[in-house]
């Protein structure tokens, strides 16, 4: 038998815990299930992390998408549109991703790609809009034949020393421009009066200040040790500040973005920074020692946490998968506690130094 609850005209008011309570029969056990509902003001779309401008901004093929990343509440729908027409990509040389919030293309076709792309974004409250154009200039066709063979080959060697000194400029030009728009401007200061108590602190990472007197450490104190582990975009290492405490060294981890990743990648590991700092320290999770952003333009972030010496408690969990107490009673499928009561109440014998 199913029951339901129906709340008219609902407001912030109605935020809450509720619980729904039913009695077995003829058992008359009592059963109790809660929920935490937040209920959250509408808010009409807005656009918050694009490298998308007015309809008269000239995108070159140095950067391989286009970003619109929005948040809204309700949740939006999001459409594509190429010269004014719905744009649907073939998933194969070009596809969504994030949800369509990102404009991917693996492979540029000069022939077809180029036009005027736009993301519009709507719900019951509103919508906006995002408009660049994809545009090809000077590309080499590959049909020109040199009157020399000795200008072609100077003209190679040219290339090959000139390109990556060119892909390493554009990459950080567009880097500072990615953090422009994502408001690293305010990095520091954030913009606190606007943070909305009814939304989660991780949409609204980027309006939390960032006190550099309190978390900021040089690079020169932190000697980086071997890596611990690693992700599609980011890297783990060992490490050892110097001089944190009394002069006295410290063992950390420190989290950091590999070289010529995406913007999304470095601003997820911005907004984690930031929800740490929030946050500040507790018992039972890895703590925010500090932060290296003195090179953040040129996308070099470091974010130091506390050193996990017994490793990852997952793996702990999966070696040990087999030697555990199963508490769950086979005769009526619930936890019982009693299970195992036995075992925790011995005696057992505790050491220092981890002998």
Known sequence: ???SAIIHKIDNNYTGVYACSTMSIPQCEMQTIRTLITVVAPQKPRIIVTNMGTCQEKVYPSTNNFTCVYEAVPRASIKWYKDDLEFFPDNIRVKF???????????????????????????????VNKTATLRFED?????DIPVQVAVGILFVLLIAIIIPLLYKTKKERQMKKILKQVGLANF?????????????IDDQAQLVPYNKKSWEIPKERIKLGKQLGTGAFGVVMEAVVER????????VAIKMIKRNTDAIPFTALLSELKIMVHLGKHLNVVNLIGACTKHIVEGDLYIIVEFCRFGNLRNYLLHHRDIFINQINPGTERINYSI???????PFPVVSDDR
């Open 188 to 200: 520091e200061n954030g913009e606190a009066e606007y943070i909305n108590p009814n939304l989660s």
């Open 340 to 346: 195992g009561a036995d075992i925790l109440s011995r």
């Open 1 to 3: 038998m199913n029951y």
């Open 139 to 143: 590309r080499y066709t590959g049909n």
């Open 244 to 251: 944190y405490d009394n002069n006295t060294d410290l063992k």
């Open 97 to 127: 991703e994030n949800m369509k919030q990102v404009l991917l293309f693996i492979k540029f076709n000069y022939t077809t790609d180029h036009g005027r792309y736009t993301c519009h974004v709507k719900n019951r409250l509103g919508s």
